[in-house]
């Protein structure tokens, strides 16, 4: 029951905190300082400094492209969303900490009057090619990685948790994605 409760409120029993880190020979110990040395940590490993420069100029040039999404509508995978989708999205979710927007299993019990107001949302959304602000954001938990040292940032792992509502969202897309993707033959075996 109470493993039941935790995971309604959010929390995760094996998470502890952190106490202080190392760095630069320094000492952190309060919280904001913790979570600024974290912060630093995963930005570095996230960072473009180990691309090579062929990439970094291939990058560079795809992000000058203008994509326009309307063009093509009428293709199989460009069309609005069936509540076909949206169930079997929500079946083939697995049971979460909730995001910031504090939802996660509820979803498999919405009546089917919800699910429709959820599809027309999540239809407005792929159709207006708007993405809602609050969905970028994401609590993040530093993970220890097994065998480390607690004390050094680099030792821990980053784990995002995004909102319920958009990973069911991008389930959906993903869906779309992968069929055309091994319809067309696109992917290799490999």
């Known amino acids: 029951m109470w493993e039941k409760v935790r995971k309604i409120l959010g929390t995760n029993k094996f998470y502890h905190g952190i106490s202080f880190l190392q760095t630069n020979g320094q000492l952190v110990s309060h919280t904001k300082g913790i979570a600024n040395t974290l912060g630093s940590a995963f930005a570095n490993v996230s960072s473009g400094d180990s691309y090579s420069q062929t990439f970094i100029n291939y990058k560079k040039q795809q992000e000058k492209r203008r994509i326009d999404f309307n063009t093509l509508t009428s293709l199989a995978y460009n069309v609005d969303f069936s509540l076909h989708e949206l169930r079997r999205a929500i079946r083939s979710s697995h049971p979460t900490t909730?995001?910031?927007?504090?939802?996660?299993d509820m979803l498999k019990n919405l009546s089917k009057k919800s699910l429709g107001l959820l599809l027309i949302l999540f239809n407005r959304i792929w159709n207006e090619h708007v993405f809602p602000?609050?969905?970028n954001r994401a609590i993040v938990i530093p993970i220890l990685k097994p065998g480390k040292n607690p004390e050094d940032p680099s030792s821990y792992r980053p784990i995002?948790?995004?909102?319920c509502l958009c990973k069911t969202l991008e389930r959906m897309i993903n869906a779309r994605l992968i069929h055309v993707l091994e319809e067309k033959k696109i992917l290799t075996e490999f």
């Open 98 to 104: 909730p995001g910031p927007d504090g939802i996660h």
């Open 133 to 135: 602000m609050a969905w």
């Open 160 to 163: 995002a948790l995004t909102s």
